[in-house]
């Protein structure tokens, strides 16, 4: 089943199945979502009285 | 038990993500004395009109201490005393406020001024009024039917 | 691991015991969101209520009938169902005690909810002295709770047959989590029963005239926030465990999944202070130690979002995916028992994100009990977690009943899940908004004397009506499916998923099955976050505070 592609592949690297490079991905988008929010807020409350 | 490579960045990364956060307002509250309201004073909920300074509601100079006005509430089912009232503006001010019966949460809308009244204990919150306008004050926790019929002001002038 | 013994399908006497825990449950969520729904359209300001019913008479109902009664009934439902998936069918005794617990817990149920119809307890779920509620609504309250250890009791129980017919072998991951969250749940509700039963109850009788209002709250918010968990960890169960199933991959590691439920039962409870950040008599030196704690319990939210990207991941790669984020086409998005809790797991990013801003410390004032609260725990609770229990009930209620999901209720079911997303994002997303502008929560339409700033918000609270309305459209579909796949879809077999270790994965370690440790880790941690302010406020303590019935 995990035959790469007939003449699909032109990279020497096959990708690696177990790769997790997305799961990083996705999580450091979630944690600089994080950081905007909470910064966000913390200006917020910097700048009230 | 074995954590991804990835994973390890993940949680190093987080980790001093939420440290930093709490170096953040660490600081801000022990250093810079940014600490949320937190008076330790009690008073007898029954006699708060006979108390000082909860017998001369309003805005009041003050000599020689770190703030120049003292600007006491008192809240009680369904009303703030006083319903209105005008604070200079820059004035360094320490906000007072107590209950006479049930919890009350006071809060100047659009501002950090946002304390818990709880019948029993005193809530002080110090800050510059540093910016003119006129402040609506709410009470944010619940306390019966007429709850979000009460409200103050604050006018902020130049 | 795998003992090829385990049946597969919950014994039928066990289903029908966590059905009757569902069908209270669906009629908690019929009740509970048409209250939601007049809410909203109350604070709208084009709408009264009639026949002199209150606003927070409505309130109450909506607090009490969601935050209360449908969580627990499904999550014990849920779990005893899962319990007897995983380590097989209950004893009669075991059984018989779910159904002692099941019993009282609805007694309790009837008597809060007939207490609240008379407008005898609009006191809202959280009850704060020195607002005073009629003392059957307290009684009312406490069966729930006991009736909640009791169901747990059966859990345990069978837990414990299970440990003693498997000696040395770790427990079925499912069985294991439930267990976990019993605990949790066990360790917390003593706080809310202590309020109760030692100053509530005998104050409402008239026995007692003063309530200490701090130590009330305090025990409160002590049970208060490990509820939160208690509604979560369930969620995460079908995160962890059955969703990797579902797609048809394999869960990303066993010990990983029950460390993270350690580390909330650790690190859930000594927290509650970071609810109470606003209060007077509490030194802020305690409240920041408890919002350190608070961010400890963080880390294992990280944990799961990394665990449950890369179940998905792999599975997407092993399908064939290339690419950063090829993996996500690959995913069985046609499928309501992956694509309704999917939805869920997308609300918990916004939902946590809010939840570290509400617990950093002095942050709390920009928040603190303006309507953004309410706009959070919309995402964590009434998205995240409720979702997944819509994703559970979709597979989990036909099971119970011997029927099967048929293809339009699939797609009935996604559609409902979008409705809510967009409903909520409507309502939720106006809240945060509106809170920021210092909108209080639970409070009902006022233009506060012609206030300007009030003014501002009232277009937010139209948008939360509209966002309300939607939902409630959400909640009729919700119940439809329900009746369907209780009393109307085909018969047939549903399959209870139940995830596999992906291969690489190792050997469970056996100390996450010391409950010694645990225990003991959290009961020492509770001390050490809580003795000492606690002493604090015995000995500072004003003058108790009498009843009042403001309402």
Same mark, same amino acid.
């Given at each position: 089943?995990?035959?790469?592609?007939?003449?699909?592949?032109?990279?020497?690297?096959?990708?690696?199945?177990?790769?997790?490079?997305?799961?990083?991905?996705?999580?450091?988008?979630?944690?600089?979502?994080?950081?905007?929010?909470?910064?966000?807020?913390?200006?917020?409350?910097?700048?009230?009285? | 038990?074995?954590?991804?490579?990835?994973?390890?960045?993940?949680?190093?990364?987080?980790?001093?993500?939420?440290?930093?956060?709490?170096?953040?307002?660490?600081?801000?509250?022990?250093?810079?004395?940014?600490?949320?309201?937190?008076?330790?004073?009690?008073?007898?909920?029954?006699?708060?009109?006979?108390?000082?300074?909860?017998?001369?509601?309003?805005?009041?100079?003050?000599?020689?201490?770190?703030?120049?006005?003292?600007?006491?509430?008192?809240?009680?089912?369904?009303?703030?005393?006083?319903?209105?009232?005008?604070?200079?503006?820059?004035?360094?001010?320490?906000?007072?406020?107590?209950?006479?019966?049930?919890?009350?949460?006071?809060?100047?809308?659009?501002?950090?001024?946002?304390?818990?009244?709880?019948?029993?204990?005193?809530?002080?919150?110090?800050?510059?009024?540093?910016?003119?306008?006129?402040?609506?004050?709410?009470?944010?926790?619940?306390?019966?039917?007429?709850?979000?019929?009460?409200?103050?002001?604050?006018?902020?002038?130049? | 691991?795998?003992?090829?013994?385990?049946?597969?399908?919950?014994?039928?006497?066990?289903?029908?015991?966590?059905?009757?825990?569902?069908?209270?449950?669906?009629?908690?969520?019929?009740?509970?969101?048409?209250?939601?729904?007049?809410?909203?359209?109350?604070?709208?300001?084009?709408?009264?209520?009639?026949?002199?019913?209150?606003?927070? $008479?409505?309130?109450?109902?909506?607090? *009490?009938? #969601?935050? %209360? +009664?449908?969580?627990?009934?499904? !999550?014990? &439902?849920?779990? /005893?169902?899962?319990?007897?998936?995983?380590?097989?069918?209950?004893?009669?005794?075991?059984?018989?005690?779910?159904?002692?617990?099941?019993?009282?817990?609805?007694?309790?149920?009837?008597?809060?909810?007939?207490?609240?119809?008379?407008?005898?307890?609009?006191?809202?779920?959280?009850?704060?002295?020195?607002? $005073?509620?009629?003392?059957?609504?307290? *009684?009312? #309250?406490? %069966? +729930?709770?006991?009736?909640?250890? !009791?169901? &747990?009791?059966? /859990?345990?129980?069978?837990?414990?047959?299970?440990?003693?017919?498997?000696?040395?072998?770790?427990?079925?991951?499912?069985?294991?989590?439930?267990?976990?969250?019993?605990?949790?749940?066990?360790?917390?509700?003593?706080?809310?029963?202590?309020?109760?039963?030692?100053?509530?109850?005998?104050?409402?009788?008239?026995?007692?005239?003063?309530?200490?209002?701090?130590?009330?709250?305090?025990?409160?918010?002590?049970?208060?926030?490990?509820?939160?968990?208690?509604?979560?960890?369930?969620?995460?169960?079908?995160?962890?465990?059955?969703?990797?199933?579902?797609?048809?991959?394999?869960?990303?590691?066993?010990?990983?999944?029950?460390?993270?439920?350690?580390?909330?039962?650790?690190?859930?409870?000594?927290?509650?202070?970071?609810?109470?950040?606003?209060?007077?008599?509490?030194?802020?030196?305690?409240?920041?130690?408890?919002?350190?704690?608070?961010?400890?319990?963080?880390?294992?939210?990280?944990?799961?979002?990394?665990?449950?990207?890369?179940?998905?991941?792999?599975?997407?790669?092993?399908?064939?995916?290339?690419?950063?984020?090829?993996?996500?086409?690959?995913?069985?998005?046609?499928?309501?028992?992956?694509?309704?809790?999917?939805?869920?797991?997308?609300?918990?990013?916004?939902?946590?994100?809010?939840?570290?801003?509400?617990?950093?410390?002095?942050?709390?004032?920009?928040?603190?009990?303006?309507?953004?609260?309410?706009?959070?725990?919309?995402?964590?609770?009434?998205?995240?977690?409720?979702?997944?229990?819509?994703?559970?009930?979709?597979?989990?209620?036909?099971?119970?009943?011997?029927?099967?999901?048929?293809?339009?209720?699939?797609?009935?079911?996604?559609?409902?899940?979008?409705?809510?997303?967009?409903?909520?994002?409507?309502?939720?997303?106006?809240?945060?908004?509106?809170?920021?502008?210092?909108?209080?929560?639970?409070?009902?339409?006022?233009?506060?004397?012609?206030?300007?700033?009030?003014?501002?918000?009232?277009?937010?609270?139209?948008?939360?009506?509209?966002?309300?309305?939607?939902?409630?459209?959400?909640?009729?579909?919700?119940?439809?499916?329900?009746?369907?796949?209780?009393?109307?879809?085909?018969?047939?077999?549903?399959?209870?998923?139940?995830?596999?270790?992906?291969?690489?994965?190792?050997?469970?370690?056996?100390?996450?099955?010391?409950?010694?440790?645990?225990?003991?880790?959290?009961?020492?941690?509770?001390?050490?976050?809580?003795?000492?302010?606690?002493?604090?406020?015995?000995?500072?303590?004003?003058?108790?505070?009498?009843?009042?019935?403001?309402?």
């Amino acid at each position: 089943m995990a035959q790469p592609g007939i003449g699909k592949k032109t990279n020497t690297k096959v990708e690696d199945q177990s790769s997790l490079k997305g799961t990083l991905a996705s999580v450091f988008l979630l944690g600089f979502f994080l950081i905007i929010t909470w910064v966000g807020v913390y200006f917020l409350f910097l700048d009230r009285f | 038990m074995h954590i991804h490579k990835f994973e390890k960045i993940w949680l190093i990364f987080g980790i001093t993500t939420l440290l930093v956060f709490l170096s953040v307002i660490g600081v801000s509250a022990f250093y810079l004395g940014n600490q949320p309201p937190s008076c330790l004073a009690t008073i007898n909920p029954e006699k708060v009109d006979t108390t000082a300074p909860f017998d001369k509601p309003g805005l009041k100079k003050v000599e020689g201490k770190e703030w120049d006005y003292e600007l006491v509430f008192v809240a009680s089912a369904f009303a703030y005393n006083p319903g209105q009232v005008e604070v200079p503006k820059g004035a360094k001010v320490k906000v007072i406020a107590t209950t006479k019966d049930v919890i009350h949460g006071f809060e100047v809308a659009g501002t950090n001024i946002n304390m818990m009244l709880e019948p029993g204990f005193i809530s002080e919150y110090v800050t510059t009024f540093d910016k003119a306008g006129e402040y609506l004050i709410v009470c944010n926790e619940y306390c019966g039917v007429g709850h979000h019929m009460m409200s103050s002001k604050i006018e902020v002038v130049e | 691991m795998s003992t090829k013994s385990i049946n597969t399908i919950v014994d039928r006497r066990d289903g029908k015991l966590a059905m009757a825990h569902f069908y209270v449950a669906f009629i908690a969520l019929a009740i509970g969101g048409l209250a939601g729904l007049l809410q909203t359209l109350v604070r709208s300001g084009k709408y009264e209520l009639p026949w002199g019913i209150g606003y927070y $008479q409505v309130l109450t109902v909506h607090g *009490v009938v #969601l935050g %209360l +009664v449908l969580t627990t009934f499904f !999550i014990m &439902g849920f779990q /005893l169902a899962a319990v007897s998936r995983t380590s097989g069918a209950l004893t009669d005794k075991q059984r018989m005690t779910g159904w002692i617990g099941f019993w009282l817990m609805t007694i309790g149920t009837v008597m809060a909810a007939v207490m609240i119809l008379l407008n005898e307890a609009s006191v809202l779920y959280t009850f704060y002295a020195p607002l $005073q509620a009629h003392a059957l609504y307290y *009684v009312g #309250l406490t %069966l +729930v709770i006991v009736g909640s250890w !009791i169901d &747990g009791a059966a /859990l345990i129980m069978a837990y414990a047959s299970w440990r003693k017919a498997n000696p040395g072998k770790p427990s079925p991951l499912l069985t294991f989590m439930a267990i976990v969250n019993t605990l949790l749940w066990i360790v917390a509700t003593i706080g809310v029963a202590a309020t109760v039963l030692f100053q509530l109850l005998p104050w409402s009788l008239g026995l007692v005239e003063r309530v200490d209002v701090l130590v009330s709250r305090t025990l409160f918010w002590y049970f208060g926030h490990p509820l939160v968990y208690f509604w979560l960890l369930p969620a995460y169960m079908a995160w962890y465990a059955i969703v990797p199933k579902i797609i048809g991959g394999k869960i990303f590691s066993d010990s990983l999944a029950r460390m993270s439920f350690i580390l909330f039962l650790l690190f859930s409870i000594p927290v509650g202070f970071h609810h109470q950040l606003m209060e007077p008599g509490i030194d802020p030196a305690w409240k920041f130690l408890q919002v350190i704690l608070t961010f400890l319990v963080i880390i294992p939210s990280l944990m799961t979002a990394f665990s449950l990207f890369a179940t998905f991941e792999m599975f997407g790669r092993s399908k064939g995916a290339t690419g950063l984020f090829g993996w996500v086409k690959k995913l069985p998005w046609g499928d309501a028992r992956f694509a309704v809790p999917f939805i869920g797991m997308l609300a918990f990013i916004p939902a946590g994100a809010g939840g570290v801003i509400n617990a950093s410390h002095q942050l709390n004032q920009v928040v603190h009990n303006t309507i953004w609260v309410t706009g959070h725990f919309h995402l964590t609770l009434a998205t995240s977690v409720i979702l997944t229990f819509f994703g559970i009930s979709y597979w989990l209620v036909p099971h119970l009943t011997g029927r099967v999901l048929t293809k339009a209720m699939n797609k009935l079911a996604i559609i409902q899940a979008v409705i809510w997303a967009i409903g909520m994002t409507f309502m939720s997303g106006a809240m945060h908004a509106a809170g920021l502008l210092g909108a209080p929560r639970r409070s009902s339409f006022s233009t506060y004397g012609g206030s300007e700033q009030a003014a501002e918000w009232i277009p937010y609270q139209v948008a939360q009506a509209v966002g309300g309305s939607i939902l409630f459209l959400g909640i009729i579909l919700m119940l439809y499916i329900f009746i369907n796949l209780a009393f109307f879809a085909p018969k047939g077999e549903q399959e209870f998923p139940v995830g596999e270790v992906a291969d690489a994965a190792e050997k469970t370690p056996m100390v996450f099955e010391n409950w010694k440790l645990w225990i003991g880790i959290t009961v020492l941690l509770i001390l050490f976050a809580y003795t000492i302010p606690f002493i604090d406020m015995i000995q500072n303590a004003p003058i108790g505070s009498k009843g009042y019935k403001f309402f």
